[in-house]
Nanobody, 129 residues
Framework: QVNVAESGGGSVQDGGSLRLSCRAS????????VGWFRQTPGKEREWVAT????????RYADSVKGRFAISEDTGGNLVFLQMNSLKPEDTAVYYC??????????????????????WGQGTQVSVSS
């Protein structure tokens, strides 16, 4: 049974750091895709970063490139989003999502930002100025 759950949100000041964790299970031993997304009230959900598990490459939205880093633990069950140099505009509910890797994902070892079907409940990140 697939399960996705994130944790680690909180409140920090402008320039601070937070690390979010995502536990995604039920995808078997093969590599799969994990993505981080965020949403603020009245706006569409925004893609933040993706990772092809098992040593694949990360991808980042331009808005977070150079400040955020997505990674996984050696056991492959946890994916992290390290957020540095946080800005007030990073304030949002952050969601972790996962899905089976597509043929394109497997061939490139990089995950796309679409078609995620399994989602966590979300965790609030608030950055004050």
């Amino acid at each position: 049974q697939v399960n996705v759950a994130e944790s680690g949100g909180g409140s920090v000041q402008d320039g601070g750091s937070l690390r979010l964790s995502c536990r995604a299970s039920g995808y078997g031993p093969r590599s799969f895709c994990v993505g981080w997304f965020r949403q603020t009230p009245g706006k569409e959900r925004e893609w933040v970063a993706t990772l092809y598990t098992g040593g694949g490459g990360p991808r980042y939205a331009d808005s977070v490139k150079g400040r955020f880093a997505i990674s996984e633990d050696t056991g492959g069950n946890l994916v992290f989003l390290q957020m540095n140099s946080l800005k007030p505009e990073d304030t949002a509910v952050y969601y972790c999502a996962a899905r089976v890797a597509s043929i394109w994902d497997v061939s490139t070892k990089v995950c796309g930002s679409r078609d995620y079907r399994d989602w966590g409940q979300g965790t609030q990140v608030s950055v004050s100025s």
